[in-house]
C-alpha cells in the first residue's frame, strides 16, 4: 500500500473527520485478593504547611516574568509528549513538532570535532578562553561563504553558541525602551525575551502582547505582512524561510522591507537559520539587498544544516555600517555585550563549524539537508492529496496546516491521542497562528517503508 493510500485511512478531507476518530484502548481490570494482617492504629499530628513557613527574600520578582504565558512553547511540547508515552508506554510516537533534529552530524564533521577534542589533551593541542567572538579562522571562513560579494568581512561577524542566544543578547542590546514589530506568526523567542526585558505591556486573549506590532503573515497576503498598514517600530523581527508558516519572501519583498526600515529609521533583525533549504534564487541572506548593511542585523545557525542542535554553535553579522541614531556603531555596543556575557563558543564546536564549511562538509551538509526536504516533501503531498490547505515546504523545511474554526491545541492533543504524531499547535507562534498546526520533517525517512512506525488503533493499521 502507498504512503498517500496508508495515511488515507486515517486522516480524510475533513479536519473534523480526521480528528473524529474514536480510537480506544481497553484496559482489563484485575481483582487481587492479599491475604489478611493485623491492624495498627497510627494517629497523624497535622503540621504547618511548607507554604506558611518557607523562609522569603526580600527580592522581588521581576514583574515581567509574570507576563509570560504558561511555559515556553517547545517545553510544553515536550512535556506533553512525555506524558502521552507515560499514558501509553508501548506506543511508538513520530515527533514532528520541536525542530530538533535525528540524522547523525556528518562524518567528515564529527571526526574534526573529534580531533580538536582529543588534542585538548595535549600540550601542543590545549587551549583555554578564546576570543568572545569567535575564531579568526571561522570568522573569516564563514564570511567568505556565505557572503561572497556582498561586502561582509571576518570582524562583521560573531561566532555564538546558536541563533536563540544571540537574540536575548541582541535585547539586551536594545534595552526595555524600544518598540518592536514581529511576524505573526513567528518563532516565539522573539516576542517572550522581549516581555523579560520589559518591551511589551500585558498579554490580551486573541491579541497579543501590549506595545508589540504584530505584522499579519496571512494565506491571503502571501504570508507577507502590508507594510503600509505597519506602524514604525525601532526593531523588527523578520525570519526568512519563515518558521513556522515555511515561506519564504521574494527579492522585491525584501527590498520593500529594507526600504521601510529606511524610511522609518527601524533596524531589522533578520534570522536566516534556514537559508539553505532555499533552492531557488529567493535571496539567503537579507544582505544580497542593497543598502540593508545600513538597517539590519543577521543572525544564523549550523544547528538546522549539520545537526548540531546539541552542539550549540551560530553567527550574528553586524555590518560597521549599521549606525545608532547618535552615529555610534552598533557592532561596538553588540561587541561589549558579547564580551560581557559570553566567553566565546566551544573550541570544539567551532572545529565542527570549520569542517561544516570545507567542501566536503558543505556536500554532506546539503546530504543532509536533501533527506529532510524529501521528508518534507511527502508531508507536504499526503495532506494536499487529502483535501487539506497546506503551506510551506518548498523552500522551508516547515509544514503550515490550516484546521479552520478549530484550536490548535485541541488538534495538537488529538492527533498526538490517535496517531501517536506530535505536531505543534500554531496559536504557540502568535495570534496569528490560531487554527494551524506546524509539521516538522524531522523524523524516519518516511520515503523508505520498512522504517516507517506502524500504529495499530481501532481498525486498520496506520503508518505515517
Known amino acids: 500500500m502507498s504512503e498517500m493510500n496508508q495515511l488515507s485511512t486515517s486522516i480524510s478531507s475533513s479536519p473534523s473527520a480526521f480528528l473524529g476518530q474514536d480510537h480506544r484502548f481497553n484496559v482489563r481490570r484485575q481483582n ?5 494482617k493485623r491492624s495498627w492504629i497510627c494517629k497523624c499530628v497535622a503540621t504547618p504547611s511548607a507554604e ?39 506506543a511508538q ?12 552530524i556528518p562524518e567528515v564533521i564529527a571526526s574534526a570535532m573529534a580531533k580538536r577534542s582529543n588534542s585538548l589533551a595535549t600540550i601542543e593541542g590545549y587551549s583555554g578562553y578564546g576570543a568572545e ?41 536594545f534595552g526595555s525602551d524600544v518598540t518592536m514589530a514581529v511576524q505573526d506568526p513567528s518563532y516565539p523567542a522573539y516576542v517572550d525575551s522581549g516581555v523579560i526585558m520589559g518591551q511589551t ?34 526593531v523588527i523581527f523578520f525570519c526568512s524561510p519563515n518558521n513556522p508558516t515555511g515561506s519564504a519572501a521574494s527579492r522585491g519583498q525584501l527590498t520593500q522591507l529594507v526600504q521601510f526600515a529606511k524610511d522609518n529609521g527601524s533596524i531589522i533583525i533578520y534570522d536566516s537559520a534556514y537559508a539553505l533549504y532555499m533552492s531557488d534564487d529567493t535571496p539567503k541572506s537579507i544582505f544580497e539587498i542593497p543598502g540593508a548593511k545600513e538597517v539590519a542585523i543577521e543572525i544564523s ?15 550574528t553579522v553586524v555590518p560597521k555600517e549599521l549606525q545608532f541614531s547618535d552615529g555610534f556603531p552598533v557592532a561596538k555596543d553588540f561587541n561589549r555585550i558579547v564580551c560581557t556575557c559570553f566567553n566565546g563558543a566551544s573550541n570544539i564546536a567551532q572545529a565542527g563549524g570549520l569542517a561544516c564549511l570545507s567542501p566536503k562538509g558543505l556536500e554532506a551538509m546539503q546530504e543532509v539537508i536533501g533527506f529532510y526536504k524529501e521528508n518534507t516533501r511527502i508531508i507536504v503531498d499526503t495532506f494536499k492529496s487529502l483535501g487539506f490547505n497546506v503551506y510551506g515546504g518548498k523552500n522551508a523545511p516547515y509544514v503550515w496546516v490550516h484546521f479552520p474554526g478549530r484550536s490548535s491545541w485541541e488538534v495538537f492533543e488529538e ?49 505515517v
Open 133 to 173: 567572538q569567535g575564531e579568526k579562522l571561522v570568522r573569516a571562513t564563514i564570511a567568505s561563504t556565505f557572503y561572497t560579494n556582498l561586502g561582509i568581512e571576518e570582524d562583521d561577524v560573531f561566532i555564538s553558541d546558536g541563533a536563540k542566544s544571540d537574540i536575548s543578547r541582541l535585547q539586551v542590546l
Open 301 to 315: 545557525s549550523f544547528s538546522k544544516y549539520a545537526g548540531f542542535t546539541g552542539v550549540r554553535l551560530g553567527w
Open 415 to 463: 492527533i498526538l491521542e490517535k496517531t501517536n504524531v506530535v505536531t505543534t499547535p500554531g496559536s504557540g507562534f502568535g495570534p496569528g497562528g490560531e487554527g494551524f498546526i506546524r509539521s516538522g520533517f524531522y523524523g524516519p525517512n518516511f520515503a523508505e517503508n520498512d522504517k516507517k512506525p506502524s500504529f495499530v488503533l481501532d481498525g486498520p493499521e496506520v503508518q
Open 52 to 90: 506558611n513557613t518557607a523562609y522569603k527574600t526580600k527580592v522581588s520578582r521581576n514583574e515581567n516574568m509574570g507576563k509570560l504565558q504558561a511555559g515556553y512553547l517547545f517545553p510544553e511540547i515536550a512535556r506533553r509528549r512525555s506524558a502521552h508515552m507515560l499514558k501509553y508506554p508501548d
Open 32 to 36: 487481587v485478593s492479599l491475604p489478611a
Open 201 to 234: 505591556g500585558r498579554y490580551q486573549n486573541n491579541v497579543g502582547y501590549g506595545n508589540i506590532e504584530y505584522m499579519k503573515c496571512t494565506p491571503e497576503n502571501g504570508f507577507f505582512p502590508d507594510l503600509s498598514s505597519v506602524s514604525r517600530t525601532d
Open 93 to 104: 510516537v513520530i515527533s514532528l513538532g520541536i525542530g530538533d533534529t535525528t540524522e547523525p
